[in-house]
Structure formats: structure tokens, C-alpha cells
């Protein structure tokens, strides 16, 4: 029997990135765009999950990463609230598609939560050895405290089923342990790629160049990140991209 999940995107803030340099590589070069840090929860009414918990406040993301700013909707577990009408202590488990700034922020807000990432992606996190990783990691020499500071963590390595109906597997390349969420639902796999996928356009390619994907433009391993994109066009009949504001055309997924 296939659980009836709904999933449900959460803007928990606006990031303006450059497109071609961090969407959608060489391709719009130059020009800027407001892109969503989403946040998912995914739910069956009885038990509730999240997948990332968002981005930091506006005064943290200008001063340490992008110019950014907090959704009119509130922060991640006021949206919770309003647009699912789940209380943050109801959330049983966090899974983190990596820990990036604009994904692991708020997460101490659900106290009651296990929270699971790749082993990879934690190991790099609590030591990021490439400079400029440092911000994204929120890295201890910048002489700030990273959301993950003091959180214990179930560490997965590869697939992971959490359950008949949701599993991990790895999507590496944006980050080094990067992981996306497969939900089996009666409408097929959903993919919650995080930022295997920044934009719709990274899935769709470009035929006349013989280009199965468009590359994202921040990453750390290209094979790895056009392998993650191999991996997830062949689990999902839905894919729902990291930072793409037309998820929120829908208010819940499939």
C-alpha cells in the first residue's frame, strides 16, 4: 500500500544570486534573480517530516553570504503553521539534503526531530578544508556559530530507505555529500533534489548543444554533479528543484 504524502514547499527566504554563475551555468550571465530557499514537508497527516530547514534571517544572509531577505510568509516554522497547520514540536525527522547556510538554518527549532544527513556531507561541514567553503559551511575560522553547532546527527552512507515510502540516495557534485529525497506516491517518484538541481531548466538541457542537463554553476565535483542529475531523471516521474520559485505555483506536490 503506498502512503498518501503530501508535500508541501516552504519559502524560508529569497537569495539573489547571479544566474549564470550559480543556476544555470553560462547561461545568463550577468543577470540577477531572486531565488527561493525551499524547504519541504512532507506529510501523510499523522506523521510529519521535513526535508532542510531553510535560510538564515535577512541580517545574517547580507552580512555573511548573499544579499537576502525573510519571506512575507515568516520564518520556516510560522509557515509550517499557516500553510500545513503543523506545530514545529510535531515534526519527527529532518532530512538535510547537505549543509550549506540556506539549508540547515532554524533546524534547532525542532527540538523533537531526528536529523539525518549523508556521512560525507557532515565530515566535510565540521572541517570545509577548501577556503571557499568556509561561508557555505559557516566554518568556525570566520569566528560565527554554524546552525548544526552541537546537534547530533544520524549519519546514512549511500541509499537509505527511512521507511516503504521515502528514501535518500546520493546526489553529490553541488556539495561532496550531497543527498535528494525520493517519495514513492500513487503518481509516481518524487524527487526533492535540493541543490542537485537549482532550476527546471538544469533537467531539460539543450538539445542543440547535445546537452543532456544545464549544469548548475556552483559545485564542487562536475562528474559527480552530471552523474547526480543521470541518477535522479532515472528515480523520478516529478523532480522538484533547491531554488526554483515556480515549485510555489502549486501549494502541495504530486
Known amino acids: 500500500m503506498i502512503v498518501d504524502y503530501k508535500i508541501i514547499p516552504l519559502n524560508t527566504g529569497t537569495i539573489t544570486l547571479d544566474q549564470g554563475a550559480y543556476c544555470t551555468l553560462g547561461r545568463g550571465v550577468g543577470t540577477k534573480v531572486d531565488t527561493p530557499s525551499t524547504a519541504w514537508c512532507i506529510t501523510d ?20 553570504h548573499h544579499e537576502g531577505f525573510q519571506p512575507k510568509g515568516g520564518r520556516i516554522d510560522e509557515q509550517l503553521m499557516s500553510r500545513a497547520g503543523i506545530r514545529p514540536e510535531a515534526i519527527s525527522a529532518v532530512f538535510f539534503t547537505h ?18 544527513v549523508q556521512a560525507r556531507e557532515l565530515e566535510f561541514a565540521l572541517n570545509p578544508t577548501l577556503p571557499p567553503y568556509y561561508r557555505s559551511y559557516e566554518a568556525p575560522i570566520l569566528g560565527i556559530e554554524a546552525p548544526f553547532t552541537g546537534c547530533s546527527f544520524i549519519t546514512v552512507d549511500g541509499d537509505y530507505a527511512y521507511n516503504d515510502a521515502i528514501t535518500f540516495f546520493p546526489t553529490p557534485g553541488h556539495s561532496v555529500g550531497h543527498q535528494s529525497v525520493a517519495v514513492r506516491t500513487a503518481k509516481g517518484t518524487v524527487v526533492i533534489a535540493g541543490d542537485a538541481v537549482f532550476v527546471e531548466e538544469n533537467m531539460e538541457g539543450d538539445p542543440g548543444q547535445l546537452l543532456e542537463f544545464i549544469p548548475i554553476g556552483r559545485y564542487i565535483n562536475y562528474f559527480e554533479m552530471w552523474n547526480s542529475f543521470k541518477e535522479i531523471k532515472r528515480r523520478a516521474a516529478l523532480v522538484l528543484p533547491g531554488h526554483d520559485a515556480r515549485v510555489f505555483n502549486k501549494s502541495s506536490y504530486p
Do not use: I
Request: proline fraction near 0%; include cysteine; charge should be positive.
Open 99 to 116: 549543509l550549506h547556510w540556506d539549508h540547515c538554518s532554524n533546524m534547532k527549532l525542532f527540538r523533537n526531530a531526528r536529523y539525518y
Open 45 to 64: 497527516g499523522k506523521e510529519h517530516f521535513l526535508v532542510d530547514t531553510g535560510m538564515c534571517n535577512t541580517e545574517r544572509a547580507n552580512k555573511w
